[in-house]
């Protein structure tokens, strides 16, 4: 069986989603050929974001780059991080068949012209989400930006042109972020590939729902804020004409969200939580009635529709316009989309469609999306990438 280094620097423990695509090709990948073995970084470089609910790791051959306590710790491992890639690859050159680089942080990908041409490793780079054009939320343009962001985008995008030049497979998380960098680096546009998140069908064997409450429960596991800020403030307001739903919060944005639900005189019909582990949020999900998800990105999926779906809870989306969620899944049952601009009357009207649907044939929906197909298809490109 071959062995494929997978840089990626967070992993778990992680308290975050980063890690979860590395971790599950880990899984999969030995059901087609190939043995991971993963270069990450030690946990007290993540700081206060771990978790104590991992999956298990056993199975996965893992090293790290080692521990040194020194302030702003984090950013120093991830500037040292890619030299330490260097030294690891070329230590153990006679051990690897092949290298995978896992953004983020993207700079590692620089490393490509030696690995392959040098060194003569097939190299494999995936792309979770844009690099050097990525201006913020909403598809927002490189002419809506400073001066300052637009030089350092162009930095990244001479970074981003050698190492793709160089690279002998690109992969992307969304077939519109592959058609993305399509137009903006066409040169090499033959190595780029859409492989697509999901889940994973053993997390959700045997999940015990939990309820928070006895009324009908919409839940938001995730980003909310940062995405949709205006929407944030009008859906708080329409609970107030649904006394019986409550709003479940799950994630980094819970003081903001219990703020805005304080000054909105709604708190008694939102209960906030801070970052569960992936088991317990999806026993949340489970035992609510509802789902909602937003996105900032045009070309942005996430993880989270996958988890709905596979639940089989319908969803309302909220999300730009033209985006890739849109496209994927406008017209499936149950999967209510409303594209920006967001206002009180649009969000109203998706919600009370929610709320009227039957979510009896939702369940099902999302078997083209898994992470076992993901790994699947990373593992042909693997076999067919020249060195």
Request: proline letters at 6%.
């Amino acid at each position: 069986m071959k062995q494929v280094l997978i840089a990626s620097f967070y992993f778990p423990p992680y308290a975050g989603i980063s890690w979860v695509r590395a971790f599950k090709f880990c899984k999969f990948l030995p059901e087609y050929g190939w043995t991971p073995w993963v270069l990450t970084v030690d946990k007290r470089y993540y700081g206060s974001k771990t978790t104590n609910s991992s999956p298990n790791l056993e199975f996965i051959r893992q090293s790290s780059l080692p521990y040194i306590p020194i302030p702003a710790a984090k950013t120093f491992a991830s500037l040292l991080y890619p030299l330490y890639l260097l030294f690891f690859v070329l230590k153990n050159r006679s051990q690897i068949d092949a290298v995978l680089m896992i953004g983020s942080p993207y700079h590692p990908f620089i490393l490509t012209p030696i690995f392959r041409r040098l060194l003569r490793l097939p190299t494999l780079l995936d792309f979770r989400d844009a690099w050097s054009y990525n201006f913020g939320f909403d598809g927002k343009q490189a002419n809506d930006t400073s001066l300052l962001s637009k030089l350092k985008n162009n930095f990244f995008l001479k970074i981003e042109q050698i190492s793709l030049q160089h690279a002998s497979v690109a992969t992307f998380a969304t077939s519109t972020l592959r058609d993305e960098y399509a137009r903006l680096i066409p040169e090499y546009q033959e190595k780029y590939h859409a492989i697509f998140n999901g889940y994973d069908e053993d997390d959700f064997r045997d999940i015990t729902p939990i309820s928070v409450t006895k009324n009908k429960t919409i839940v938001l596991a995730g980003k909310f804020y940062i995405y949709t800020p205006a929407a944030v403030s009008y859906f708080i307001e329409i609970l107030r004409d649904i006394p019986e739903l409550t709003f479940l919060y799950i994630g980094e944005e819970n003081k903001t969200i219990e703020s805005i639900a304080r000054k909105l005189n709604v708190n008694d019909q939102v209960i906030c939580m801070s970052y569960q582990p992936y088991d317990q949020t999806l026993r949340l999900i489970a035992g609510s009635d509802y789902c909602l998800l937003t996105n900032g990105l045009v070309n942005g999926m996430g993880t989270k529709i996958f988890d709905y779906i596979a639940l089989g809870k319908p969803t309302l989306c909220l999300v730009p316009r033209g985006s890739i969620i849109a496209q994927q899944f406008s017209g499936s049952h149950g999967i209510i989309i409303v594209e920006d601009p967001h206002s009180k009357e649009r969000i109203t009207q998706g919600l009370l469609e929610l709320l009227s649907t039957d979510y009896s044939t939702i369940k099902g929906q999302a078997n083209q999306f898994t992470r076992k197909k993901a790994a699947e298809k990373l593992a042909i490109l693997l076999d067919n990438a020249s060195p």
